[in-house]
């Protein structure tokens, strides 16, 4: 799998899954906010299946395989 989220884009995703997920648990914005899972995975394992579709890689150095994105 080609990493293809990198940094900036990382974090934003992460944290973004984070909230999300924690304002589902603690019932403030309710079921749609275990959405969050989603954007916490792609952070998590660099790789947006998306992403391909759109022709979009925002790691910068275009590692692939089992390479990290720095």
Known sequence: ???NVGGI???L???VGLVL??????NIIGLWGWIG???LATGLFRFCPL???????SC???CSG???CK
């Not at 992403?51 to 890689?57: D, E, R, T, V």
């Open 13 to 15: 995703r992460i944290a």
């Open 1 to 3: 799998m080609k990493c």
């Open 66 to 68: 089992g390479g990290c």
């Open 9 to 11: 884009d990382r974090v």
């Open 60 to 62: 910068s150095t275009g």
């Open 51 to 57: 992403y391909p579709i759109l022709g979009i890689n």
């Open 21 to 26: 997920i924690g304002l589902a648990a603690s």
């Open 37 to 39: 899972i989603i954007p």
